[in-house]
């Protein structure tokens, strides 16, 4: 049996996270596997509830836990809270960094009934199937950082500070993972200007002797935001710090149709983290128009990492593949033919096609 943490959050999040346990549900019934789900607070509905954005118990839920499963966090209603407060900073950012989640894989990866959602040229879409490996407790996001009056108005920074070790442990684990792709890597970084770039260039350079059966690309941040909706089949696998790495997922995003097709997994601590990439989207929040396939493959993420359920993941993920050659979409995945449905339907629609799959190939 598997313990699972499952933080809803705010936005889309409660109206996501239930159709992945729709769907885990499908799983555990076809595959003979217990899960066992408790549900807690973070985010915004946790300052609303219970006064902090990552309360104790919910902290101390996850520990307990083999994995944890999470919708999204923020929001406009808490976006003026000072840092310690609100729910990016106060509980997002310290529960990757408790939990030791070094690690975030985000999958670009172009369902081919897809190809037409993406505002990009099928040409230039078509192919793509990359994984930004981004380190995730580092750089910027965690630096030393201050806001403070001056004379004459006031100053504030935010430093990029990474350490060999930090740098070490994250392209090690790209480099395995590229081992078992399409073994090329490309190290992003901005060398020509920073300095923690230029050491993490030569750590890099230094490790890749190591594994000389994977290719090595150096690319420069900028380019490679150019490169990826230029020619995205260039890439493999992307090994960056934490804040290119969240700026460059956000743009691959583009190249599979919607941010609501990435998923993601947190890894390098003994529990982790499975989230979709994209944000808590309150523009559509409660109107069922999200899409909830990124968590849904979050979850097979899950199936794959933490529990070793390869065959159960690749099962979801064909389910997601057969639901849409059939032509369904939410909203932003819809191209002109294809069948607009809300969030749980498409909930429904990936869990009965993983029974009928499932069943079929069982019999
Ligand atoms: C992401 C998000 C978060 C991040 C925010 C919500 C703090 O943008 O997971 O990409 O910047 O890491
Ligand atoms: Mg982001």
Redesign the pocket.
């Known amino acids: 049996m598997y313990k699972i943490a499952v933080l809803p959050g705010d936005g889309i999040g409660p109206e996501i996270v239930p159709e992945a346990i729709k769907v885990l549900e499908a799983v555990s019934r076809l595959y003979d596997i217990e899960f066992q789900y408790t549900e807690a607070l973070i985010g915004g509905a946790a300052i609303d509830k219970r006064g902090q954005a990552l309360p104790p118990e919910t902290l101390e839920l996850c520990y307990q836990s083999d994995a944890v499963l999470l919708g999204?966090?923020?929001g406009p209603k808490w976006d003026t809270l000072p840092a310690e407060k609100r729910p990016?900073?106060a509980a997002?950012?310290p529960l990757r960094k408790k939990l030791g989640l070094y690690a975030?894989l985000r999958p670009a990866y172009l369902f081919a009934p897809l190809a037409e959602a993406s505002p990009l040229k099928k040409e230039v879409v078509s192919g793509t199937d990359l994984l930004i490996v981004r380190e995730l407790t580092g750089g910027l996001?965690f630096g030393e950082k201050k806001r403070e009056k001056t004379v004459t108005g006031e100053v504030a920074y935010d430093t990029m500070v990474y350490t060999t070790e930090e740098i070490e442990r994250i392209v090690r684990l790209a480099f395995t993972i590229a081992r078992q792709r399409r073994r090329h890597l490309t190290s992003v970084d901005k060398a020509n200007v920073l300095t923690s770039s230029r050491l993490w260039r030569d750590t890099v350079e230094r490790l890749k002797n190591e594994y000389p059966d994977v290719t090595v690309t150096h690319m420069y941040v900028d380019n490679c935001a150019m490169q990826l909706v230029r020619r995205p089949d260039q890439f493999d696998v992307i090994v960056t710090e934490n804040t290119f790495g969240?700026i460059l997922?956000?743009q691959a995003s583009v190249l599979t149709g919607s941010l609501g097709m990435i998923p993601?997994a947190s890894i390098g601590g003994r529990v982790a983290l499975y989230?979709p990439?994209g944000?808590s989207a309150p523009d559509i929040a409660g109107q069922q128009k999200a899409n909830p396939l990124a968590m849904i493959l979050s979850a097979a993420m899950m199936l794959k990492y933490s529990f070793k359920l390869d065959q159960a993941a690749a099962a979801v993920e064909s389910a997601v593949d057969r639901v849409l050659a059939e032509g369904y979409r939410t909203q932003d995945i819809y191209s002109p033919g294809t069948k607009v449905v809300g969030t749980a339907a498409m909930g429904d629609l990936v869990r009965q096609e993983l029974e009928r799959e499932t069943r079929w190939k069982k019999s």
């Open positions: 999204s966090v923020g990016e900073t997002l950012l975030n996001y969240d997922s956000d993601s989230e990439a944000g």
